[in-house]
């Protein structure tokens, strides 16, 4: 019985449930830049826009790096250069529009389709002076979190499995090697 309960703990308590891979578009390296396109793929956004609708707010953050890739499976992966962005969402009542926010500037969205393409889909990501880590050892990795807002103690421990259900993590995916890359203007 406890074996159980334990396991069904650990279901609800899984960050990965809903997102499960990220696919990679255009990468090439635009003047000194890398830039890096990639969308999010089996996301449940009907069940993240009633979430938005019902007044929890969310958080996005993706994040870019360039590692070494080893030549042995098992060796660890050295970040050589990394790109983080995070991105806050909400649900704005009167005006019904979603409004995310990326440092603190506001971006309004008027429709659940816009939002969704705003969040997960032809995402790009520059990473600045990356021409200079092209080397045959080195890959492109990403990973996309949502998180939903942490409530106030009780209420964090009352509704912790509730209302953290639409979390996800996807991982790490990696991309292609950066030796590989076209050049483009």
Not at 22 to 45: P, R, Y
Not at 60 to 69: F, L, M, S
Not at 109 to 124: A, K
Request: aromatic content about 14%; cysteine-free.
């Amino acid at each position: 019985m406890k074996k159980l309960i334990i396991t069904i703990l650990l279901l609800l308590h899984s960050s990965t449930v809903f997102a499960q891979d990220i696919i990679f578009g255009n990468v090439h390296f635009n003047a000194n830049n890398l830039n890096v396109l990639f969308s999010v793929t089996d996301v449940k956004t009907n069940d993240i826009i009633e979430a938005l609708k019902r007044g929890l707010e969310g958080q996005i953050e993706y994040t870019v790096q360039i590692v070494d890739d080893p030549l042995l499976p098992l060796m660890p992966r050295e970040i050589i250069k990394s790109v983080t962005v995070k991105k806050k969402v909400k649900f704005d009542f009167f005006n019904k529009a979603y409004v995310v926010s990326q440092a603190k500037v506001p971006t309004f969205f008027y429709s659940d389709e816009s939002l969704i393409d705003e969040l997960f889909f032809n995402r790009l990501l520059i990473i600045e002076e990356g021409f200079k880590f092209r080397k045959s050892n080195y890959v492109i990795r990403v990973r996309v979190t949502f998180t939903s807002v942490k409530l106030y103690f009780p209420l964090n421990i009352i509704f912790n499995y509730v209302v953290g259900i639409w979390d996800f993590d996807t991982g790490w995916h990696y991309g292609p090697k950066l030796v590989g890359i076209p050049y483009s203007e």
